[in-house]
């Protein structure tokens, strides 16, 4: 998984797979990838939809004590044999798994009969024969964007309480701007010694650093709403703005460490000359054949005790996300994704979406 920046038009886009995006990762922070999700099934599966070669591999793979039909296998898979044939069947299945092609009776049939079944790509084979049979990336059908937010303040009163912390601290919000124009990847360790240093700021906070919890809500809050003033045309600030303020959002902005997973977001990205500056969020990148499904599953909109533990690893990014205060963005009366394109897209066109976004 990873992170970036910022997202095209809501509505459902037409693009084709050459400028399409991705689930790599951009800039390291704000955008997230899927690497696939299967549908969550909300009843009993169906049996009929687990075919002959899925059902002939499971068992080939249990009578030899395979777990992943990979490592014990030659690698080698050149002919008509059986081993050959079924280790192309198990690339096939994690290749559409990938991008929800799978029906869900055949996520639960593969993992009960496999307890030691793998559903990541990197456990297929790569033998020449292999990569001859089949293409190493399938095309779906979309390709989308899913927006987290996260809320610092209730409104505009505590927007500007949050920012007059800032100007009665200055000596501290000053030294983290300085880190972040530095680089982008800052240590928790190096903001947390820092608020260490300036007492002030800490005892009018009424923290106890030493508890372990990180990060200081109302110190974080201070830094989003120094972020939002620099994405914002103009700004009214509560007296006089400090000279040392650095109004350049894509140099200063603050995004949080590794450590909070970037808890402020995106610095923020512009998609045209006139447009807004989109910041303070993170984006989900995936490719998929089914986009009101996945999309399902990202909400959490089924059911755990009966969706195959492919789709809970999937979705994992987006519902720790969701722990820590973030929300997902909902379209009003529409159940897909932030941003949604329609065309032919691979994991190419992923991690090509997701670097447009940092």
Not at 24 to 34: E, K, L, P, S
Not at 51 to 77: C, F, W
Request: proline share 3%; net charge negative; with cysteine.
């Amino acid at each position: 998984f990873s992170m970036a920046n910022s997202a095209p038009a809501d509505d459902d886009t037409s693009l084709s797979s050459e400028s399409g995006d991705s689930d790599a990762d951009a800039g390291g922070n704000d955008v997230d990838i899927d690497d696939g999700d299967e549908e969550a099934s909300t009843g009993a599966a169906s049996f009929s939809d687990v075919t002959e070669d899925t059902i002939n591999m499971v068992a080939y793979a249990s009578a030899r004590g395979l777990g992943a039909l990979k490592a014990q296998l030659p690698m080698h898979h050149d002919g008509t044999d059986e081993a050959s044939q079924h280790a192309r069947h198990a690339n096939h299945l994690r290749h559409s798994a990938r991008v929800c092609a799978l029906p869900e009776a055949t996520c639960k049939y593969v993992e009960e009969k496999l307890p030691r079944w793998n559903w990541d790509i990197c456990e297929n084979c790569f033998c020449d024969g292999c990569a001859r049979s089949h293409p190493s990336r399938l095309s779906a059908t979309f390709l989308y964007v899913e927006k987290l937010e996260r809320k610092w303040w209730s409104d505009e009163a505590k927007h500007q309480e949050l920012l007059e912390l800032v100007v009665q601290h200055p000596d501290f919000f000053r030294a983290v701007q300085e880190l972040a124009k530095e680089r982008r990847s800052v240590a928790q360790g190096e903001v947390r010694e820092l608020l260490e240093r300036h007492h002030g700021l800490v005892a009018a906070l009424g923290v106890n650093l030493q508890s372990g919890e990180w990060p200081p809500e109302r110190v974080y809050g201070a830094l989003a709403a120094l972020n939002d003033v620099r994405r914002r045309e103009s700004f009214q600030w509560p007296g006089q703005r400090p000279a040392w303020f650095d109004a350049d959002h894509a140099a200063a902005n603050f995004e949080g460490t590794q450590g909070d997973d970037f808890a402020l977001g995106a610095r923020g990205y512009r998609e045209d000359a006139s447009g807004p500056v989109i910041g303070g969020c993170k984006f989900y990148v995936g490719v998929t054949m089914d986009k009101e499904r996945r999309h399902r599953e990202h909400k959490g909109d089924f059911d755990r005790r009966v969706g195959s533990a492919f789709i809970r690893r999937g979705s994992a990014f987006i519902r720790r996300m969701l722990d820590k205060g973030w929300e997902l963005h909902e379209r009003d009366q529409v159940n897909e994704a932030h941003v949604v394109y329609r065309g032919a897209f691979t994991g190419i066109d992923e991690d090509a979406r997701a670097e447009t976004l940092s």
